[in-house]
């Protein structure tokens, strides 16, 4: 259920109307508008007397929320959330988002180097796999623990936040240094893994699993919001259709209905969406058009030699190019 209050409604009335529904035995969550004041009531509203409520005079309107996700609901939040990380905003007006690195952190070199390149080019956050959930159990795992280890040098060498997969809970100590946990595909739905991260204040970027609908993704993001954390951002990767000339099908629709659906921010992964290089650029510059609030792009120092997706890994001299293009497009739709 969400109520709108009035404007101009003093604290005093909001928090008077506010302990008179956690009397009720529902979760009151606060959403202050540019305008109006928002209450999401959260848990078991049925004997909640909608006239009642609406009849106040300090209340503009009273509904129900149909959908079962509900703190990610953009219902219960008008605005958009801006999510800071490490100094960096993600969300809204104004804070498009560049992630950049390598699929994973192969040696110090390696990882120092391609962050200190993706950050003169204007990247706001490094990437790079320390573990690495591989379809074949022969292919590289990542380097683990030395792995995040090296992210943490390459985060001192270079002032960027960092972001890379957690993959167990047992791993989550490990991750202190860890701007951003970033959820993968596979996990999208271990909803064991996503209520232990809804009890920590870490910021968790979640990947859309690839033959999961835009709902299912909400509620993964859901499970995480109901612990407590709402540092949560949306992750657009491609999903799995018939089509074989990409790794797999990037769904650009869906950033424009998310933005309709939830006040969470999207980003845009075109490099595991594409699979190959050649194409990043394309729908990077696309991803950029359509209004995400962010992308998540591979570079690789020698992506021909990469132990892990080098085929769809730009060198640092095309990611340059790709963000001077990007900055162009985020001018030519700025309104």
């Known amino acids: 259920m969400i109520t709108v209050l009035k404007p101009n409604v003093t604290a005093e009335q909001r928090d008077h109307l506010i302990d008179w529904l956690e009397k009720q035995k529902v979760q009151v969550h606060i959403s202050e508008g540019s305008e109006y004041t928002v209450l999401g009531l959260v848990g078991d509203t049925?004997?909640?007397?909608m006239d009642l409520l609406a009849s106040l005079d300090i209340v503009q309107s009273v509904?129900?929320?149909s959908e079962p996700f509900k703190k990610c609901n953009r219902k219960f939040h008008p605005d958009d959330s801006v999510i800071?990380?490490?100094g960096v905003k993600i969300g809204g007006k104004n804070n498009f988002c560049v992630i950049a690195g390598p699929c994973s952190v192969e040696t110090r070199e390696q990882i120092i180097g391609v962050a200190q390149a993706v950050k003169d080019s204007g990247a706001d956050i490094l990437r790079g796999g320390a573990f690495k959930p591989r379809t074949s159990p022969y292919d590289f795992q990542g380097l683990h623990g030395e792995g995040l280890l090296l992210l943490s040098e390459a985060k001192k060498a270079t002032g960027l936040p960092i972001i890379t997969e957690l993959m167990d809970m047992k791993d989550f100590d490990l991750f202190e240094d860890v701007d951003i946990i970033q959820v993968g595909a596979r996990n999208m739905q271990n909803f064991e893994m996503l209520k232990a991260l809804?009890?920590?204040d870490k910021t968790i970027l979640l990947k859309r699993g690839l033959?999961?609908?835009l709902k299912e993704?909400?509620?993964s993001a859901e499970y995480i919001m109901a612990g407590g954390n709402n540092n949560v951002i949306l992750c657009e990767r491609g999903i799995r259709t018939f089509?074989?000339?990409?790794?797999?099908?990037?769904d650009l629709s869906c950033v424009p209905v998310l933005h309709q659906l939830t006040h969470l921010p999207v980003i845009v992964d075109p490099s595991h969406a594409t699979g190959h290089s050649d194409l990043v650029p394309s729908m990077a510059l696309a991803a950029a058009a359509c209004g995400a609030d962010g992308l998540m792009v591979e570079v690789h120092n020698d992506p021909m030699h990469a132990l892990c997706d080098g085929a769809q890994s730009l060198t640092p001299a095309q990611f340059d190019t790709l963000m001077k293009q990007i900055r162009k497009v985020l001018e030519a739709i700025k309104e």
């Open 217 to 219: 993704l909400l509620m």
């Open 198 to 200: 809804g009890r920590t």
């Open 63 to 65: 509904k129900r929320v």
């Open 84 to 86: 800071e990380a490490g």
């Open 211 to 213: 033959a999961n609908n």
């Open 46 to 49: 049925a004997h909640i007397d």
């Open 243 to 250: 089509e074989t000339h990409t790794r797999n099908t990037l």
